[in-house]
């Protein structure tokens, strides 16, 4: 028997939360597996905490300030459950995510088939028009099609993502410098320099449809006080974690760049958008 230990954190979309809750724990399994999950209510205030309290009692619910965002809050997630025993693999699970009914099982089996020293990544599709949406991606960024089987991949979206314990004693948790975005990112890129690889398991694993395509802070129908606002906070572009982040991956002279052109994008977005 294999312990996982599920992690997510929410933040007022009870509903899609429920219906990810239900997905995992329909998850078809060859064997018993201990499953225990970990959720950080970040703040929420639609009543996700009472009604996942009821429905589903076994979750483990860490209670945070509202400020955590996801990355953050799945960090917070993960120390808890680090703090409680040692796993043999950590799942992050997004809360808009609903997983394939053998998803579960299609990780553990591509796993145990790279030693369970590598990253395993779920990919998801668009319930509109079953196109993908997330996934592992390849070292310029493209999403990479899921095959018949696993595939290297150079950094993955956070959405489904199989740990083993092997691979968190190297590489440790997500860095909770980032608020929102790029902890995902910036961990698989992190766990390449540090020798451990990452595989996109075979197949589409879950449903999960594309956020905002254009952004606020760089959408010229919007004013410019509402793109700085939305530029400088954990959800946007936010300019000192994008610096961190290129700088720690891409250098110092990329990092300085790409701080001058997104100041410059969101000043100025039209002309992004010039056709």
């Not at 400020?67 to 997004?94: I, P």
């Not at 959405?159 to 948790?173: A, S």
């Amino acid at each position: 028997m294999k312990s996982i230990a599920i992690l997510l954190t929410v933040h007022n979309r009870k509903m899609k939360t429920l219906q990810c809750l239900a997905g995992l724990y329909q998850q078809i399994l060859e064997t018993d597996n201990q499953l225990d999950v970990y959720l950080t209510n970040d703040g929420c205030t639609d009543g996700t905490s009472d009604v996942v309290s009821r429905r589903f009692p076994e979750v483990n619910i860490i209670t945070g300030s509202g400020n955590l965002y996801w990355n953050r809050g799945m960090h917070t997630a993960w120390k808890e459950a680090v703090r409680v025993k040692e796993y043999d693999y950590y799942l992050w699970l997004n809360d808009d995510t609903v997983l394939e009914d053998r998803a579960l099982l299609t990780l553990l089996d591509t796993s145990v088939k790279v030693d369970n020293k590598s990253i395993v990544v779920g990919t998801t599709k668009s319930q509109k028009d079953g196109s993908i949406t997330y996934g592992g991606r390849s070292s310029y960024g493209k999403l990479i099609n899921p095959s018949e089987s696993y595939q290297p991949c150079s950094f993955f979206n956070g959405n489904i993502v199989f740990i083993p314990n092997t691979v968190y004693k190297i590489v440790g948790m997500n860095d909770p410098f980032f608020h929102h975005s790029l902890g995902d990112f910036d961990y698989g890129l992190r766990a390449s320099k540090l020798g451990v690889k990452s595989y996109v398991a075979p197949g589409i694993l879950g449903t999960c449809d594309v956020h905002e395509v254009l952004p606020t802070w760089c959408n010229p129908k919007k004013s410019l006080k509402q793109r700085w606002k939305v530029f400088r906070s954990p959800l946007g572009q936010n300019p000192e974690e994008f610096f961190v982040f290129e700088k720690r991956h891409n250098g110092l002279m990329k990092a300085i760049f790409h701080y001058a052109t997104n100041h410059l994008r969101m000043l100025c977005p039209w002309i992004w958008n010039i056709k």
